[in-house]
Nanobody
């Protein structure tokens, strides 16, 4: 059984950079042909896909966030991470990591609340 666990700071200040990490257990992030994604849900809004890293390290970004986002991985720790810069209060959301199996998100973390506030 694949399990994902997000970790992050909870509260960050405007203009700072958010760093989130997803630790994966029960499966390797290098197993073909899975991909690994970050998705967020602002309060009262729908889910928003942010970025994906493939089993081979290829990366994909939402056009609206590409200039502020960076997704990476540490295969030795079976983790993947997201950095989001130039934060504003509009980045307040629950952030999820998920496994992407041919465009189906079949495993999710429980989510981590990130609040951007001074």
């Amino acid at each position: 059984q694949v399990q994902l666990q997000e970790s992050g700071p909870g509260l960050v200040k405007p203009s700072q950079t958010l760093s989130l990490t997803c630790t994966v257990s029960g499966g390797s992030i290098t197993t073909a042909y899975y991909a690994w994604s970050w998705i967020r849900q602002p309060p009262g809004k729908g889910l928003e896909w942010m970025a994906t890293i493939g089993y081979d390290g290829s990366t994909y970004y939402s056009p609206s966030l590409k200039s502020r986002s960076s997704i990476s991985r540490d295969t030795s720790k079976n983790q993947f991470s997201l950095q989001l810069s130039s934060l504003t209060p509009e980045d307040t959301a629950v952030y999820y990591c998920a496994r992407d199996d041919s465009d189906i998100y079949d495993y999710w973390g429980q989510g981590t609340q990130v609040t951007v506030s001074s």
